[in-house]
């Protein structure tokens, strides 16, 4: 098997050397391609921060493994590592945080031990990074929840817990104040709990999971979040075992898979061979797993647990009274430890099943047609209109142009009701939501776009959202107050 390696920026050559000689002496049967990518290509004047080469390799391999890549500093300049991950849509980014001896934790001190499963929506949310200003005052961010994007990542996360035999699978949100975009995460997650019976699914709101998860961590076992979620979470988590530096990551895809350390190329202390290849090297052995490569993975993952065990460290972490290893040594003394076994959490080994990837090329975008088909009906609009004038004046102006379809129901300012009733206590900015809803008579896409068209004759009219209905479902929030 081939698979392409991108060494990366800063720290990233020294440790993904460390990690692929430790592969080597294991006699991991994988071959290497190296491809061009990170800030040194993006230098070169590749704006994506990779050759054309090195994206038709990735393409044709099916599985790369990176070191931390620098952003380029700018506006306007997207993170490469972001780019990779959205442009092959590996659409789960599945993160494993174990407590590991000899990385000391309020946690490994108090004798509990930790071993969680973060899996995190890795294409949508905020992370579209679909934003405008709609005056200057006022940015919007858009953040898209699709059903086929929760479906295909939420499939995934059962099917991974099952296979893994997870004692629970847990789905953290905010629905109970994002109804729709969370409410719809939580919807397909309780859709495809009921296809494994078996697995202990349930919910929790990600604010009481973060208290939940620094009081009583043993208590979780795989946790499925929304993209930004899912980014601040499992930060949390690497905290509890120890840091990024013992945090590895996996993005998943249907067709093309990335493994990377989750901490950056550490570009203080870059060219000195001192960083600690851990995180690398367990997104190695995640890769490994993937691959079906069992019997490797579990030798070079009980060696690093021996030698974590011997209290042998690099300089970030472990006891600053004893002598820290270089980059090099540290790899040197987890080869030197092959065979050996850990005196706790020892991964046992089993024959390799190499997997067959699936190196087709996509002909067509399968999410694309819904399966669901409720009926759809337009109840009316959203205008987000800009004043500097008080609620009372904005609803004056707005009354004058509903017509014969529409009538003026409410205004909000930043999700509050100001009018027709509300509080002078409401501060508001200067982007009003005019509701406007139908009367009893069917309304168009075309009719919204003439309200639009009069009421512009007031305001600027910086945006609209159609009021729409599916079946007997409200797909539109109601302000809060309204
Ligand atoms: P960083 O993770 O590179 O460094 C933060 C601190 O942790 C530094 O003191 C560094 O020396 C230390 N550190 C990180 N990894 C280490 C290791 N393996 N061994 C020992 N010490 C280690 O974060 P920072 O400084 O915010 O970002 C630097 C660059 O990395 C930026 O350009 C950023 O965009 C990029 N980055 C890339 C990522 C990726 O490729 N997935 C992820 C995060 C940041």
Same mark, same amino acid.
């Given at each position: 098997?081939?698979?392409?390696?991108?060494?990366?920026?800063?720290?990233?050559?020294?440790?993904?050397?460390?990690?692929?000689?430790?592969?080597?002496?294991?006699?991991?049967?994988?071959?290497?391609?190296?491809?061009?990518?990170?800030?040194?290509?993006?230098?070169?004047?590749?704006?994506?921060?990779?050759?054309?080469?090195?994206?038709?390799?990735?393409?044709?391999?099916?599985?790369?493994? $990176?070191?931390?890549?620098?952003?380029?500093?700018?506006?306007?300049?997207?993170?490469?590592?972001?780019?990779?991950?959205?442009?092959?849509?590996?659409?789960?980014?599945?993160?494993?945080?174990?407590?590991?001896?000899?990385?000391?934790?309020?946690?490994?001190?108090?004798?509990?031990?930790?071993?969680?499963?973060?899996?995190?929506?890795?294409?949508?949310?905020? /992370?579209?990074?679909?934003?405008?200003?709609?005056?200057? !005052? *006022?940015?919007?961010?858009?953040?898209?929840?699709?059903?086929?994007?929760?479906?295909?990542?939420?499939?995934?996360?059962?099917?991974?817990?099952?296979?893994?035999?997870?004692?629970?699978?847990?789905?953290?949100?905010?629905?109970? @104040?994002?109804?729709?975009?969370?409410?719809?995460?939580?919807?397909?997650?309780?859709?495809?709990?009921?296809? /494994?019976?078996?697995?202990?699914?349930?919910?929790?709101?990600?604010?009481?999971?973060?208290? $939940?998860?620094?009081? $009583?961590?043993?208590?979780?076992?795989? @946790?499925?979040?929304?993209?930004?979620?899912?980014?601040?979470?499992?930060?949390?988590?690497?905290?509890?075992?120890?840091?990024?530096?013992?945090?590895?990551?996996?993005? @998943?895809?249907?067709?093309?898979?990335?493994?990377?350390?989750?901490?950056?190329?550490?570009?203080?202390?870059?060219?000195?061979?001192?960083?600690?290849?851990?995180?690398?090297?367990?997104?190695?052995?995640?890769?490994?797993?993937?691959?079906?490569?069992?019997?490797?993975?579990?030798? @070079?993952?009980?060696?690093?647990?021996?030698?974590?065990?011997?209290?042998?460290?690099?300089? !970030?972490?472990? !006891?600053?009274?004893?002598?820290?290893?270089?980059?090099?040594?540290?790899?040197?003394?987890?080869?030197?430890?092959?065979?050996?076994?850990?005196?706790?959490?020892?991964?046992?080994? =089993?024959?390799?099943?190499?997997?067959?990837?699936?190196?087709?090329?996509?002909?067509?975008?399968?999410?694309?047609?819904?399966?669901?088909?409720?009926?759809?009906?337009?109840?009316?609009?959203?205008?987000? *209109?800009?004043?500097?004038? =008080?609620?009372?004046?904005?609803?004056?102006?707005?009354?004058?142009?509903?017509?014969?379809?529409?009538?003026?129901?409410?205004?909000?300012?930043?999700?509050?009701?100001?009018?027709?009733?509300?509080?002078?206590?409401?501060?508001?900015?200067?982007?009003?939501?005019?509701?406007?809803?139908? $009367?009893?008579?069917? *309304?168009?896409? =075309?009719?919204?776009?003439?309200?639009?068209?009069?009421?512009?004759?007031?305001?600027?009219?910086?945006?609209?959202?159609?009021?729409?209905? /599916?079946?007997?479902?409200?797909?539109?929030?109601?302000?809060?107050? =309204?």
């Amino acid at each position: 098997m081939k698979i392409a390696v991108a060494k990366g920026d800063g720290i990233g050559p020294e440790i993904m050397d460390a990690v692929l000689h430790i592969f080597n002496a294991a006699k991991v049967p994988l071959t290497y391609e190296f491809v061009d990518m990170g800030k040194w290509v993006f230098d070169k004047g590749f704006s994506t921060g990779m050759t054309p080469d090195a994206q038709q390799a990735i393409e044709r391999l099916g599985v790369l493994f $990176k070191g931390p890549m620098e952003t380029p500093k700018g506006k306007g300049v997207k993170s490469i590592n972001v780019t990779a991950r959205k442009v092959w849509n590996t659409y789960a980014n599945k993160r494993v945080f174990q407590t590991l001896h000899g990385v000391d934790t309020v946690f490994s001190k108090a004798g509990i031990p930790i071993r969680l499963t973060i899996l995190r929506e890795n294409i949508e949310d905020t /992370y579209g990074g679909i934003e405008h200003m709609l005056t200057q !005052d *006022v940015a919007v961010s858009r953040r898209m929840i699709t059903r086929p994007g929760c479906m295909q990542f939420l499939r995934y996360c059962f099917n991974m817990a099952d296979k893994q035999g997870a004692r629970r699978i847990t789905c953290a949100h905010k629905a109970n @104040i994002m109804k729709l975009t969370d409410g719809l995460f939580l919807e397909c997650f309780n859709e495809i709990a009921r296809e /494994y019976p078996h697995l202990k699914a349930d919910d929790v709101i990600v604010d009481d999971l973060a208290m $939940k998860l620094v009081t $009583k961590p043993q208590d979780f076992d795989v @946790i499925c979040l929304t993209n930004l979620q899912g980014d601040i979470l499992s930060d949390l988590c690497a905290g509890l075992v120890g840091g990024l530096g013992f945090a590895p990551s996996a993005n @998943i895809g249907e067709f093309i898979s990335i493994f990377e350390a989750v901490h950056g190329t550490a570009p203080d202390i870059a060219g000195k061979n001192i960083a600690n290849p851990t995180s690398l090297l367990l997104s190695g052995l995640m890769m490994l797993r993937h691959l079906g490569l069992w019997e490797q993975a579990a030798t @070079i993952e009980n060696a690093l647990l021996h030698t974590l065990e011997q209290g042998i460290h690099t300089g !970030d972490f472990g !006891d600053r009274s004893t002598v820290s290893l270089n980059t090099t040594e540290f790899a040197a003394a987890i080869i030197a430890n092959f065979g050996k076994l850990p005196a706790t959490s020892a991964v046992l080994s =089993q024959p390799n099943h190499p997997v067959e990837l699936q190196l087709v090329k996509p002909t067509e975008n399968h999410m694309l047609v819904s399966p669901t088909h409720a009926h759809e009906t337009i109840n009316g609009v959203d205008l987000f *209109v800009e004043s500097a004038e =008080q609620p009372g004046a904005v609803a004056e102006k707005c009354l004058r142009h509903p017509g014969a379809h529409f009538t003026l129901t409410s205004l909000s300012n930043r999700g509050t009701q100001v009018w027709p009733t509300g509080s002078v206590f409401t501060n508001c900015a200067n982007v009003y939501t005019a509701r406007f809803e139908k $009367k009893d008579v069917p *309304v168009t896409v =075309q009719s919204v776009l003439d309200l639009c068209a009069r009421v512009s004759a007031d305001f600027k009219v910086c945006s609209y959202e159609l009021l729409l209905q /599916y079946g007997d479902t409200r797909g539109y929030s109601l302000a809060q107050g =309204q």
